[in-house]
């Protein structure tokens, strides 16, 4: 938590906007855990990043959990929905509420999960976009993409 809590009060935009600070947080985990196994660090990308975050935010309003979003599909027809073109892509959603540091518990769960897990480590993948909503609950989406 002290981590977060710095990470706020330093970062101008961050104060503004946790959110934000939550899903560069969350990309700094991600990238440590691949680095340590000697993986490149994926790049963040602005267009998954508004794709993750709507599907968060549809998640939280919609009161629903899944890969699979009923009105948009699953990740594959969202980017295809958004001219997003790819070789492969992949999708790791968590959700916690009252989580002193949302960002530590999704990596360490979907470091858990081996679906989740090797998505996270998966070495087709370069880019990324990570969006959270925290209404209700921290709602954290990531997509991962392969050119």
Same mark, same amino acid.
């Given at each position: 938590?002290?981590?977060? %809590?710095?990470?706020? #009060?330093? %970062?101008? %935009?961050?104060?503004?906007?946790?959110?934000?600070?939550?899903?560069?947080?969350? !990309?700094?985990?991600?990238?440590?855990?691949? *680095? #340590?196994?000697?993986?490149?660090?994926?790049?963040?990308?602005?267009?998954?990043?508004?794709?993750?975050?709507?599907?968060?935010?549809?998640?939280? *309003?919609?009161?629903?959990?899944?890969?699979?979003?009923?009105?948009?599909?699953?990740?594959? *027809?969202?980017?295809?929905?958004?001219?997003?073109?790819?070789?492969?892509?992949?999708?790791?959603?968590?959700? #916690? #509420?009252?989580?002193?540091?949302?960002?530590?518990?999704?990596?360490?769960?979907?470091?858990?999960?081996?679906?989740?897990?090797?998505?996270?480590?998966?070495?087709?993948?370069?880019?990324?976009?990570?969006?959270?909503?925290?209404?209700?609950?921290?709602?954290? %989406?990531?997509?991962? !993409?392969?050119?």
């Amino acid at each position: 938590m002290a981590v977060l %809590t710095l990470a706020l #009060s330093l %970062t101008p %935009t961050s104060a503004a906007d946790p959110a934000t600070a939550l899903e560069n947080e969350v !990309l700094h985990q991600v990238n440590a855990e691949r *680095q #340590s196994r000697g993986l490149p660090a994926l790049r963040p990308d602005p267009q998954l990043t508004k794709l993750a975050r709507q599907h968060s935010r549809n998640m939280a *309003q919609r009161r629903f959990f899944s890969h699979d979003d009923p009105e948009h599909g699953d990740v594959a *027809q969202r980017l295809k929905t958004a001219n997003v073109k790819c070789t492969a892509c992949a999708e790791n959603i968590y959700r #916690s #509420s009252g989580t002193p540091d949302p960002a530590r518990g999704a990596v360490r769960a979907w470091m858990k999960s081996p679906g989740h897990r090797a998505n996270l480590l998966g070495r087709t993948y370069t880019r990324t976009g990570i969006g959270v909503d925290n209404r209700n609950a921290f709602l954290i %989406t990531q997509i991962f !993409l392969g050119d």
